[in-house]
């Protein structure tokens, strides 16, 4: 199994471009999960699905997107980058939510 | 508003020492809290705890909940440079599907 994977690891943006980050799980969980994590700040919560189908927002949904189509993958869209965007971001998995979640190897994204 | 801190920020100790990291919480319908340590890249699980004064344990580092007091702590005995890491808390409630997340401790073992 691979687990939790994302793509891309690296990514640099302008100012207005968008972009999508790719996420996909193959453990069958109904639970994903969108993080961003700043310095200092721990994990922040943008957006969360507990199923296909079913999407919701976290603590800091705006200015992105996310849809779950199917149970494996949950894309994260970013409609117009801005500088403040500048993170690194984690998706998570689960069988439940509030459960032990596990996380993708990150996407460090710069927005300049 | 729900919350969770950790203490300290940041510690410094040396290869052999013991060291205890807090957790404590302030959310409405707990139902449990985890620790999670994050090396370069991404969160790994260590520890997940649903009841009061019941010690979880994995080789050098333990863990125990007092749901009274409303914190956790994590001890790591006899430190080792591969423990340097950042260590994230994180709690669970029973009403909505979310984690409320601590800004973590940046624990460093100087050799």
């Given at each position: 199994n691979a687990g939790v994977t994302q793509t891309p690891k690296f990514q640099v943006l302008k100012t207005g471009q968008s972009m999508t980050l790719q996420c996909a799980q193959d453990?069958?969980?109904e639970y994903m999960s969108w993080y961003r994590q700043d310095p200092g700040m721990g994990l922040r919560l943008i957006h969360y699905s507990v199923g296909a189908g079913i999407t919701d927002q976290g603590e800091v949904p705006n200015g992105y997107n996310v849809s779950r189509s199917t149970t494996e993958d949950f894309p994260l869209r970013l409609l117009s980058a801005a500088p403040s965007q500048t993170s690194v971001y984690f998706c998570a998995s689960s069988?439940?939510?509030?459960?032990?979640q596990y996380f993708g190897p990150g996407t460090r994204l710069l927005v300049l | 508003e729900d919350k969770v801190v950790q203490s300290p920020l940041s510690l410094v100790v040396h290869e052999g020492d013991t060291v205890t990291l807090n957790c404590s919480y302030e959310v409405t319908n707990f139902r449990s809290l985890l620790w999670y340590k994050q090396e370069k890249k991404a969160p790994t699980f260590l520890f997940m705890l649903t009841s009061s004064g019941i010690e979880k344990k994995s080789g050098r580092l333990s863990s125990i909940l007092d749901k009274k007091e409303l914190f956790s702590i994590l001890n790591i005995t006899?430190?080792?440079?591969?423990?340097s890491a950042i260590y994230l808390c994180a709690v669970s409630m029973d009403s909505n599907y979310q984690l409320i997340w601590g800004a973590g401790t940046k624990l460093i073992i100087k050799p």
């Open positions: 453990m069958n969980h069988y439940f939510g509030g459960e032990t | 006899a430190t080792q440079t591969g423990d």
